[in-house]
């Protein structure tokens, strides 16, 4: 093939061809000594198709050869250096271009302050920079992008503010350069001044201000923004996608789907936003439905679709869905990765198939600790506490480190299963093995194993120990225990912390009332009646809800209203002789997930 190929072209043309290169590329391996023009033709071309591994490795060969490089190579190989992360080669053409008297052209200047600065090496970046006799915007706008990823945003901010001339690239690093520390209004003050002075903000300025808009839920600013972006602009697919993933996580997913629907061209990364955005705004059913849609179109779902798809599945807890969602994933022969695996066990256990789960999870070949948290969190909820210590010693013995999730996942178990001393040895063992301090959500499950154990005194001086604010969570928790194992006095306590924090909510009040109402204290319920009438707190009724066929039954205390309420009483009371069953023989239950 390659020999017909160069009856019909000349190999220099061969190469500068995307389509033929390759083959052509075979052919200059057999050239035992390629001229200088020949290298410099590969050399190019294979920059110009960001083939930079392979260029890196075409220059090695044209050394053992003897081949002669042009100078004019030098930058296109500096560019690989810095894009491969080849420091010890981008050192070594440094040397070369030092000895060949190239340090003098402007070109290899910039590319060695380009790759130095890409490589985290600012000194030699800013010495390079230094020998430079004319210093034009470019290497500067290389030298504020390395201090941006050192994370020096002071140095990158003065350079800056040094620069006689500003171009778009100029302001569009130092406006990621805020973003990547965090600074979003700085970043936006510096944008609103860009455009003060006149500059033009160009497809990455726009890309860059509305991921800044999307990270700091900033809507006003992107809709402000979206004003300023032409039609020409939104030709770009990845704008128009920042545009939509701006609108998601703003929560104005409307506004995300029509501008979904405006675009002209869709590849997966607008697909994939728009169906996870569905998801993560609890519209599971358009999710599916868009997803539905895909699936008709050329565009091929990838990981982060099916992650989406799955969340939504997961939201429904549907068995059928789960079942047709979860055959979908598995089939498409994708990589069984930490974010979809763990995608896959999640919607799994949240639908009650922990076996299944189980199977994805034992399957994976790659587990971080996103994947071992997801497991044993579907092993909790699902009431299998002494799995999910037992996955936690495997966890360990796999040299995985467990973070603060993991313990929450493992100490809401020991509360589920009344594991008192165990969930106490874990905590222990966050905090002195792991080095793990506690937040709120681990020590509303220390108060909850405290109170489901009776331990109702211990409970609340763990609280009063707390290096963390209590929340209302955690004095509820403890509230309610109170009514349980009917400590007024306790209940007092209790309710008078949680009134400073919520003073309008009619439940608190209806909850002593409660407490004082068994304790036989009519007087003290007399006069949390009347404090509610002088608050003028009004109760609330209290009701579940359950949606069915995209309709919403909602059911309160003894509710007779629905049409169907005799069923669902027959249905009640058969489940409940089920599970009076299943206490005399819990196998019963077991059987269902393993």
Not at 134 to 149: E, H, M, Q
Not at 263 to 276: G, H, L, P, Q, Y
Not at 442 to 459: F, N, P, Q, T, Y
Not at 471 to 479: E, K
Request: aromatic share 6%; with cysteine; hydrophobic share 40%.
């Amino acid at each position: 093939m390659e020999a017909c190929l160069l009856k019909t072209r000349p190999l220099h043309a061969l190469l500068a061809d995307a389509s033929t290169s390759r083959a052509a590329r075979h052919l200059f391996d057999a050239v035992p000594r390629p001229t200088p023009a020949l290298c410099g033709i590969l050399l190019q071309a294979l920059s110009r198709l960001s083939s930079h591994q392979e260029l890196l490795q075409s220059l090695s060969s044209m050394h053992r050869k003897g081949a002669n490089v042009p100078a004019g190579c030098v930058p296109f190989i500096v560019k690989s250096c810095a894009l491969s992360a080849a420091s010890c080669q981008g050192r070594q053409v440094h040397c070369h271009a030092l000895v060949r008297g190239l340090l003098g052209d402007v070109f290899v200047h910039t590319a060695l302050v380009d790759f130095y600065a890409k490589n985290g090496d600012m000194g030699s970046a800013v010495r390079v920079f230094q020998e430079m006799p004319v210093k034009d915007p470019i290497p500067i706008n290389c030298l504020i992008t390395g201090y941006s990823k050192a994370g020096d945003v002071v140095k990158a901010r003065k350079l800056f503010d040094g620069m006689p001339r500003r171009t778009s690239a100029s302001w569009n690093s130092m406006i990621a350069c805020y973003s990547h520390r965090g600074e979003f209004q700085e970043a936006l003050t510096l944008f609103d001044r860009m455009l003060g002075e006149g500059a033009r903000p160009n497809a990455i300025t726009i890309t860059t201000v509305f991921s800044i808009c999307a990270k700091s839920g900033d809507l006003d600013t992107g809709k402000r923004v979206r004003a300023l972006v032409g039609e020409e602009d939104l030709q770009n697919v990845i704008v128009h996608t920042a545009l939509m993933e701006m609108y998601v996580k703003c929560q104005a997913i409307d506004e995300a789907r029509q501008e979904f629907d405006l675009m002209s061209r869709r590849d997966v990364v607008a697909w994939s936003t728009m169906i996870a955005g569905y998801a993560q705004n609890g519209r599971a059913h358009e999710s599916l439905e868009l997803f539905e849609r895909m699936k008709a179109t050329d565009c091929r779902p990838n990981e982060v679709t099916l992650v989406g798809v799955l969340s939504a599945c997961a939201q429904l807890g549907s068995d059928e869905l789960v079942e047709q969602i979860g055959n979908y994933a598995e089939s498409q022969r994708l990589p069984l990765t930490s974010y979809l695996g763990s995608a896959l066990i999640d919607m799994y256990t949240r639908c009650g198939h922990v076996g299944r789960a189980r199977g994805v999870f034992d399957r994976m070949e790659q587990k971080g600790v996103i994947t071992w948290n997801s497991m044993i969190r579907g092993l909790a909820m699902n009431g299998f506490a002494q799995d999910a210590i037992g996955l936690y010693e495997k966890m360990k013995e796999d040299g995985v480190q467990p973070n603060e999730i993991t313990f929450v996942a493992l100490l809401a178990a020991c509360t589920h299963a009344g594991l008192i001393d165990q969930g106490m040895s874990l905590f222990e063992e966050m905090k002195g093995k792991h080095r793990i301090s506690p937040q709120v959500e681990h020590c509303a499950c220390i108060v909850d194993l405290h109170c489901k154990s009776g331990r109702l005194w211990e409970a609340y001086k763990f609280v009063c120990d707390m290096e963390v604010e209590p929340n209302a969570v955690i004095w509820t928790t403890l509230l309610s225990a109170c009514r349980v194992h009917a400590d007024v006095k306790l209940a007092k306590l209790a309710a008078s912390k949680l009134l400073l924090m919520e003073p309008d909510n009619s439940s608190i009040y209806v909850l002593l009332s409660n407490i004082y109402a068994d304790a036989g204290l009519w007087g003290d319920v007399r006069e949390i009646r009347d404090l509610m009438r002088s608050k003028n707190v009004q109760k609330l009724s209290a009701y579940s809800w359950i949606k069915l066929d995209s309709e919403v039954h909602k059911f309160l205390v003894q509710d007779t209203y629905h049409p169907k309420s005799a069923e669902i009483y027959e249905v009640i009371d058969s489940l409940g002789l089920l599970l009076d069953r299943a206490d005399s023989d819990p196998d019963l239950l077991v059987s269902e997930f393993f």
